[in-house]
């Protein structure tokens, strides 16, 4: 699904070259996981809608001093946490990440490979659970949840864009796992699972 | 049953397995094809870690994404309009700051002491470059969270004598260092500032040889200098370049957001205000400060100085190790007792506060308090709680 990087970094420079094609290719590559990963930093959805319109508007307008790039992704994860940090100084809030729900839609789902009723039955409750579990975790807990699963970033990678070192992010993926796994524990749910994988 | 959970929760934290559910490359792909081979018992756990890691991404996608997205993509439309005019729409937050669009002028061939990216810093470094630009042009006040290169320890010699804090980068690439006040400087090699540690006076006083950067943090109470051997370079809260000749001395001051003034030591009457992307040279051998020809936003960025961030974000971090990045960041020796404070550990994400308002945070958590003496920092608490 994702591009090679040559083809990131030829497409960023045909960017930075003025083409308005390989821009909007970008953007509509990107605008998805931009949403999703600004919707953890910030809460309002017509703040953060402005905010990546700017990031986009002031992209264009200083293409020509950018520096080229073969994780075309990655900067733009990591302009848009920095002008989303920048947007809460600047109204003199302090930074609290703010509570995001997030519902799923029945669109784009991957659907599961299953093949029984039950193994069916088994995910739903499972997914359920682990949805229920993600919002017990902390704000940054939650962040890194979604740095390293849905965009998919290495834990070298989230220790730049949330400004760690490399060991604080190994403790905080690690201590979100620890709650999820917790959280997701129930002896029916167990039973379930055992059942699942050994019958 | 124990070890099988386990085992995928440990999968879940190996960035190889990452690779290979999210994004799959022929090295991935062969890699854990390679891996079940070696483990068929376990290729249960490796489906049912990579369903979970599965289930933890699509969990993330928000809900009317593609909605918002179009909406976005047409206000961008809008704004790309022409090229001559780069005004910034009033919704920003950052208003002022016009961009020289009118501003004329070759790319000027200055000489460049910065230290261009070094590819020994990955891509990281480059990508900094773009974001100080972003940062800076758009931006008037100090940048905040830097992303931070994973690299080793940076040596900054300092050194605290009776004159105050001397710091010196001695080391081969370009060095960040804060002051109290928050304000940020990055530190060619050799260069070196000498300031009052705690910047106590009415005024904040830095005095620099060879070349820096320097984003001075707003206090409109406190005018912010910065002297040469022979220039002084007045400041209120804004980013600029100092850059000193090696043969010749002449001295280039390059303005890159908010206005600074400049003036020779020996005779204020001869001041020159600048702005944004506008220099002044001053020539050793005529003792003639001019101001020189403006330069284009690209070559702006070019004479920018890109550092290593000092990481200020600690996730259960020993609080020993907090009081050595302070300790590097500012150049002021933090006294405290490592066997009290051993068992200490802190979460804390520092970004912009000054110096002091980061010690009594630090503090706050640890149950400890801080005072400043001659010496420098001095922390006494008692040993935490495991």
């Not at chain 1, 200083?62 to 990591?78: A, G, H, I």
């Not at chain 1, 949840?145 to 970033?153: D, E, N, S, T, V």
């Not at chain 2, 490796?46 to 179009?70: C, V, W």
Request: proline share 4%; net charge neutral; with cysteine.
């Amino acid at each position: 699904m994702p591009q090679s990087s040559d083809e990131e970094a030829l497409l960023w420079l045909q960017f930075k070259n003025g083409d308005r094609e390989a821009f909007a290719a970008i953007y509509q590559k990107h605008s998805i996981s931009l949403i999703a990963y600004g919707m953890k930093l910030c809460p309002d959805p017509d703040l953060l809608k402005d905010q990546i319109q700017e990031l986009f508007v002031e992209l264009w307008h200083s293409r020509e001093n950018l520096s080229p790039t073969d994780s075309v992704k990655f900067y733009l994860l990591k302009a848009l946490r920095y002008k989303l940090i920048r947007q809460e100084k600047n109204n003199a809030a302090r930074i609290g990440m703010h509570r995001w729900s997030v519902t799923l839609t029945g669109i784009h789902r991957e659907e599961p490979v299953e093949t029984s009723l039950i193994e069916k039955e088994i995910h739903e409750s499972q997914m359920a659970l682990l949805r229920k579990a993600i919002k017990e975790l902390s704000l940054r807990q939650q962040e890194i949840i979604q740095l390293r699963f849905y965009q998919g970033l290495s834990n070298e990678q989230i220790a730049e864009l949330m400004n760690m070192n490399y060991q604080s992010v190994s403790n905080l993926l690690y201590r979100a796992l620890c709650r999820l796994k917790d959280l997701t524990r129930m002896p029916a749910f167990k039973t379930l699972l055992h059942f699942f994988l050994f019958a | 049953m124990k070890n099988l959970d386990n085992e995928i929760w440990e999968l879940l934290q190996d960035d190889q397995f990452i690779k290979w559910v999210h994004s799959p490359d022929a090295g991935s792909i062969a890699y854990w094809e390679e891996w079940m081979k070696q483990y068929p018992d376990k290729v249960t756990t490796l489906f049912k870690a990579r369903e979970i890691a599965r289930d933890l991404a699509y969990m993330e996608k928000p809900d009317g994404a593609e909605q918002l997205s179009a909406t976005i993509w047409t206000g961008v439309l809008g704004q790309m309009g022409e090229e001559t005019h780069r005004k910034i729409s009033g919704k920003a937050i950052h208003g002022e700051e016009e961009r020289a669009g009118a501003r004329s002028g070759e790319a000027i061939a200055l000489e460049v002491k910065t230290v261009r990216n070094r590819r020994t810093w990955y891509a990281i470094a480059a990508c900094l470059a773009g974001l100080l630009l972003i940062g800076a042009v758009f931006f008037r006040y100090r940048s905040a969270n830097r992303p931070a290169a994973v690299i080793g320890a940076q040596q900054v010699a300092s050194l605290l004598g009776k004159e105050g804090l001397q710091r010196t980068n001695r080391t081969t690439g370009n060095q960040e260092v804060y002051l109290v006040d928050g304000s940020r400087i990055v530190l060619q090699p050799g260069s070196s500032i000498r300031h009052a540690a705690f910047l106590q006076k009415d005024r904040r006083e830095v005095y620099l040889e060879g070349n820096a950067f320097f984003e001075v943090a707003k206090d409109a109470d406190r005018p912010f200098y910065v002297y040469t051997n022979d220039l002084v370079v007045r400041v209120l809260g804004t980013s600029f370049n100092v850059a000193t000749d090696q043969h010749n001395g002449d001295v280039t001051v390059l303005v890159r957001t908010g206005k600074v003034s400049v003036s020779k030591k020996i005779s204020a009457r001869q001041e020159l205000v600048l702005e944004p992307y506008q220099q002044a040279l001053y020539k050793v051998a005529t003792r003639d400060l001019i101001q020189s020809a403006p330069v284009r936003p690209k070559g702006a960025s070019a004479i920018i100085p890109v550092a290593p961030a000092i990481p200020f974000n600690f996730e259960e971090a020993p609080v020993v190790e907090i009081f050595k990045t302070l300790e590097k960041a500012y150049g002021i020796p933090m006294h405290y007792d490592d066997k009290t404070f051993s068992a200490c550990v802190v979460t804390t994400f520092l970004t912009n506060e000054t110096f002091e308002e980061k010690l009594k945070i630090i503090c706050a958590a640890i149950g400890a308090a801080y005072r400043i003496d001659d010496t420098g920092v001095v922390i006494e608490g008692k040993p935490c709680l495991r």
